[in-house]
């Protein structure tokens, strides 16, 4: 079929924590996600890899992705790099990826795990002005995210943030190796693979600018890992509740939000169907996913903000009065139960609760769709003929029996990778029209 009907609007892919491998790894999903627009004449929507630092604080990662497609050199701002302890500029990008991105050509965001904490990130600070007047938050079109840790989650703690003084990092756990790894490729930066870019241009921090001592001592205290300008501490729940405070994440009028919500069920329950390869993946996941079913929240301080809704939720249904929860998400009796079930309930990296949107739901706009909605089963027989889609407001969809993994970022060919990568197609091809139509 020919391609000559209206062009769609690109799509802009942000992956996560410690991901930057881009199409190597995301495979053959575009033949999925293009079928809604090619299968009506319409040309294929345009994917865009965007690499940003794999470990860098949500900050730096929003203005590499700024920059990067735009072009010119990145500007991390001056009091935010004073305050950090890093250069104000980074690397210079001579080629834009979309340099033509503005209000009038807005741009589809997706983003996996921390990618999706950063496309909110992202629209923040176009929205208060960070990359000048001309900037808008609405040359973001759509936030659509799986598996992103808006809220924080527990399992920084498990893997050795300091829980009652974060950003400290416990010495000798599995996030202070992972620290001293980091260093390690920053200074052998040079002559490593571009698959182990990390964005640390502004740190200085390769042996062609740190001296051998300096690297020394880096590995045995890093200032980065240690510090609030690094991924670790932006997925605590401290974190989370300082960026709310400020209303990062609030939506905008203009915006399409979408988040898919993973969570894992029983691993006995799936080994049955499921191949050799997924079990590979599978079950390391349900490990993680135990401790972080079973993590003490009463040892973290600050207290986190949600845990004072989840007391409210659960005083209220010892009262039998309405504990103002959604509907829809957890089939459970009361609200206390709920909210808690939400805490517990996770894809292996991530609580379920966190993956929804920034924020309660009573201090946003969101539709929560039912679990038996589910978008991974019968897409063969689907119909995707839905509503005009409405801005500013997130849409909640759960993927159920799905860990952190399973749709992105590594390409399998399952059928649940299929399904997704369908539904995502239809629900952007439903924005563009909207988009198209929209008055002027």
């Known amino acids: 079929m020919h391609d000559s009907g209206p062009q769609s609007v690109p799509l802009v892919i942000v992956e996560g924590f410690l991901s930057s491998a881009g199409a190597i790894v995301w495979g053959n999903f575009e033949q999925h996600s293009n079928f809604a627009c090619q299968s009506n004449g319409e040309h294929a929507r345009r994917t865009i890899f965007a690499s940003v630092g794999p470990v860098s604080s949500l900050h ?19 009091k935010h790099s004073e305050e950090n302890g890093h250069a104000r500029f980074g690397r210079k ?5 979309y340099p033509e991105w503005s209000a009038d050509r807005p741009l589809h965001f997706f983003g996996h795990s921390m990618g999706g904490p950063t496309i909110i990130k992202l629209q923040w600070l176009l929205a208060t002005g960070f990359f000048g007047k001309e900037c808008s938050p609405d040359m973001i079109l759509s936030v659509n995210t799986v598996s992103s840790p808006f809220r924080g989650t527990q399992l920084v703690y498990s893997l050795g943030e300091d829980r ?14 992972l620290a001293k790894g980091v260093h390690v490729a920053a200074y052998l930066a040079p002559v490593l693979p571009r698959i182990f870019d990390l964005h640390a241009d502004a740190r200085g921090l390769s042996f062609r600018e740190a001296s051998l001592g300096s690297f020394v001592r880096q590995l045995a205290k890093s200032e980065w890992a240690e510090s609030r300008d690094a991924t670790p501490y932006d997925a605590t729940f401290e974190a989370a509740d300082e960026r709310e405070a400020m209303r990062e994440g609030a939506v905008h009028p203009n915006t399409y939000y979408r988040s898919y919500s993973a969570s894992l069920a029983d691993a006995s329950a799936q080994a049955s169907s499921a191949s050799w390869v997924s079990r590979l993946f599978t079950w390391p996941m349900h490990a993680v996913s135990a401790v972080i079913s079973n993590f003490d929240f009463s040892t973290l301080r ?30 459970v009796a009361t609200g206390g139960d709920y909210l808690s079930a939400a805490l517990r309930a996770n894809d292996g990296v991530v609580p379920l609760f966190s993956q929804w949107h920034p924020f309660e739901c009573r201090s946003t706009r969101c539709k929560h769709y039912s679990h038996n909605d589910s978008i991974l089963e019968g897409f063969e027989t689907k119909s995707y003929s839905h509503s005009p889609p409405e801005a500013g407001v997130w849409n909640v969809h759960h993927l159920s029996n799905t860990h952190h993994f399973s749709v992105v970022p590594f390409w399998l060919g399952t059928q649940s990778q299929k399904a997704f990568w369908l539904d ?6 439903a924005i563009d029209a909207a988009h198209r139509n929209r008055p002027t």
């Open 93 to 97: 990008y001579e080629a834009a990826l």
């Open 424 to 429: 995502l197609g239809h629900w952007l091809r």
């Open 302 to 331: 600050p207290i986190p903000a949600f845990m004072e809704t989840v007391a409210a939720a659960r005083r209220a249904s010892k009262m039998g009065t309405n504990a103002n929860v959604e509907d829809g998400v957890i089939d």
């Open 164 to 177: 009652r003084n974060a950003p400290a990092v416990r010495p000798f756990s599995p996030g202070d190796l």
């Open 60 to 78: 730096d990662r929003a203005c590499e992705l700024f920059y990067s497609l735009k072009g010119g050199t990145v500007d991390y701002g001056q």
